[in-house]
């Protein structure tokens, strides 16, 4: 099932509003199975490692402080189609143009507030996973 996986982290927005609990609920829901979780908060050394594709961007700064403001809950998710299917249960990176009953849609303030990353391919979330989780930590 290793090809049926996808990584997500609960972002630093969601997390300080009370919303981590429903999140995992609706992942739950949504017939993913969790393989590996943890609460943990990012270094801005950590962030900017996670984020570094994005390093030449206008944002990347802004991610960083992002992502580091609080504490995230990562997570790697197994199901059949896990990236796509995930990726149509958080819905769109803008909130206001996330289809009603998303996570996103639910719980995110604003794009660069938006509760919740998915992975884009099942490579990505290959790579992502292996940054939070060893293989001792997978289950």
């Known amino acids: 099932m290793k090809d049926n996986r996808t990584f997500t982290m609960i972002k630093p927005d969601a997390v300080a509003n009370g919303h981590t609990g429903a999140i995992l609920d609706q992942i739950i829901k949504g017939g993913f199975k969790i393989i590996a979780m943890k609460y943990i908060a990012l270094t801005d050394q950590k962030a900017g490692q996670f984020y570094e594709v994005h390093k030449e961007r206008p944002f990347y700064g802004e991610l960083v402080d992002f992502m580091s403001s609080g504490p995230i809950v990562a997570a790697i998710l197994e199901k059949q189609n896990a990236v796509e299917d995930f990726r149509k249960l958080i819905g769109a990176t803008d909130p206001a143009k996330a289809e009603k009953g998303t996570i996103r849609n639910l719980f995110a303030q604003s794009i660069g507030a ?8 099942a490579e990505n979330a290959k790579i992502e996973g292996d940054f939070f ?6 289950f």
């Open 133 to 138: 989780f060893s293989a001792l930590e997978r």
């Open 114 to 121: 938006n509760a919740i990353h998915g992975s884009d391919s």
